[in-house]
T-cell receptor, first 114, second 117 residues
Framework: GQQLNQSPQSMFIQEGEDVSMNCTSS?????WLWYKQDPGEGPVLLIA???AGELTSNGRLTAQFGITRKDSFLNISASIPSDVGIYFC??????????????WGLGTSLAVNP | NAGVMQNPRHLVRRRGQEARLRCSPM?????VYWYRQLPEEGLKFMVY????????ESGMPKERFSAEFPKEGPSILRIQQVVRGDSAAYFC???????????????FGEGSRLTVL
């Protein structure tokens, strides 16, 4: 099925560093969502974006809905050890129809060295 | 307000047995989604249900897998005659909105981890 291109696949950083990850799609999306999955847990919604160009923050996290509507990025500033986990992007295509599923990226695995 | 509840959290089955995974959506949510996640991989959509209806099962294997969301009680994902390749984490998510609605937000349970020996 359709998937988003999410990069990087994994990151290993030092505590205090900033982190950036992104997702791209070949088709136009009308919704972008960013989730975090802690080890052994289910994904938790971090940020939801609904408008092209929208920039939204949630604490140290900032996400943007790309102007072209085909991409989104997530930034984490001043990383801390509890930021460890897998970050997933998910998008909803703007293609017509009542059955528009969320399309998921394969995740970015983040490790933070204290 | 309780979140999405899944049980069991861990399930061990021998090849050929049946696995039943249960999901109670958040209060007020009538839309349920099941996903499968293999180790070190992303989430794979399986099925989308509303009360008493399967809306989209395009991600569900054609054989051995079935899902239901009865009028009363939790949603059930049933895997018959399990094989080792069925070992995975199965996540349930719920939403108050129909699939395709603009919000798209899903609320996930903690998952059920199936191990097939």
């Amino acid at each position: 099925g359709q998937q988003l291109n999410q990069s990087p696949q994994s990151m290993f950083i030092q505590e205090g560093e900033d982190v950036s990850m992104n997702c791209t799609s070949s088709s136009i999306f009308n919704t972008w969502l960013w989730y975090k999955q802690d080890p052994g847990e289910g994904p938790v919604l971090l940020i939801a974006l609904y408008k092209a160009g929208e920039l939204t923050s949630n604490g140290r996290l900032t996400a943007q809905f790309g102007i072209t509507r085909k991409d989104s990025f997530l930034n984490i500033s001043a990383s801390i050890p509890s930021d460890v986990g897998i970050y997933f992007c998910a998008g909803q295509s703007s293609n017509a129809g009542n059955n528009r599923k969320l399309i998921w990226g394969l995740g970015t695995s983040l490790a933070v060295n204290p | 307000n309780a979140g999405v509840m899944q049980n069991p959290r861990h399930l061990v089955r021998r090849r050929g047995q049946e696995a039943r995974l249960r999901c109670s959506p958040m209060k007020g949510h009538s839309h349920v989604y099941w996903y499968r996640q293999l180790p070190e991989e992303g989430l794979k959509f399986m099925v989308y249900l509303q009360k008493e209806n399967i809306i989209d099962e395009s991600g569900m294997p054609k054989e051995r897998f079935s899902a239901e969301f009865p009028k009363e009680g939790p949603s059930i994902l049933r895997i018959q005659q399990v094989v080792r390749g069925d070992s995975a984490a199965y996540f349930c998510a719920s939403s108050p909105f129909r699939q395709g609605a603009n919000t798209g937000e899903l609320f996930f349970g903690e998952g059920s981890r199936l191990t097939v020996l």
